[in-house]
């Protein structure tokens, strides 16, 4: 059974910095492609980054660029984001997602999500 | 940036009620098209995939068509249990991107 779990959100205060983790099992970690999606309070759903089985290929939404981190552990089956310069609009449940194979296609199975909130 | 429309927004509908939520994309995306369903407080859910393919599991209710641009879900005979919001998904090129998502209620 797939199961992705996620970890290290909370309260941040404008221009802070946090980690996300997601605890992958289930299935072979280093064989998929991952996805980071968050969801805003109330809204939908916004795609933020992506990144190979092997970590070689990342993509990032422009929204995040140069501030968020996508990286992955295979060895111990861990998913990360690392997040500097937050912002209030980054305020939103912070969701990791396994893909279905390539770096773009659809995810199949995804985590509870982990709230991250920006504010002072 | 491939913009995906839903529509309608918000639907009420009374249980065994056939639903259809349609995605339109801003350009072709062929049948990378996905859709997925959230329920109040849960993570999204894998329905269908590549346009018309059923996900594991997924109750033979729901299905889904179309190509190119044009894209329908359709829920036959709703159940209390569909109570959900429904997105679209497309993989076709990034930045991948979600449409606003359908709210359908049980009356």
């Known amino acids: 059974e797939v199961q992705l779990l996620e970890s290290g959100g909370g309260l941040v205060q404008p221009g802070g910095s946090l980690r996300l983790s997601c605890a992958a099992s289930?299935?072979?970690?280093?064989?998929?492609?991952m996805n980071w999606v968050r969801q805003a309070p109330g809204k939908g759903l916004e795609w933020v980054s992506t990144i190979g089985g092997l970590g070689g290929s990342i993509y990032y939404a422009d929204s995040v660029k140069g501030r968020f981190t996508i990286s992955r552990d295979n060895p111990k089956n861990t998913l990360y984001l690392q997040m500097n310069s937050l912002r209030a609009e980054d305020t939103a449940v912070y969701y990791c997602?396994?893909?279905?194979?390539?770096?773009?296609?659809?995810?199949?199975?995804w985590g509870q999500g982990t709230p991250v909130t920006v504010s002072s | 940036e491939i913009v995906l429309t839903q529509s309608p927004d918000f639907q009420s509908v009374t249980p065994k009620e056939k639903v259809t939520i349609t995605c339109r994309a801003s350009?072709?995306?062929?049948?990378?098209l996905h859709w997925y369903q959230q329920k109040p407080d849960q993570s999204p859910k894998l329905l269908i995939k590549?346009?018309?393919q059923s996900f594991s599991g997924v109750p033979s209710r729901f299905s889904g068509s179309g190509s190119g641009t044009d894209f329908t879900l359709t829920i036959n005979s709703l159940e209390a249990e569909d109570a959900a919001t429904y997105y679209c998904h497309q993989s076709s090129s990034l930045p991948q991107t979600f449409g606003q998502g359908t709210k359908v209620e049980i009356k």
């Open positions: 997602a396994k893909l279905g194979g390539d770096l773009l296609t659809l995810a199949d199975y």
């Open positions: 289930g299935f072979t970690f280093s064989s998929y492609a």
């Open positions: 590549y346009a018309s």
């Open positions: 350009q072709s995306i062929g049948s990378s």
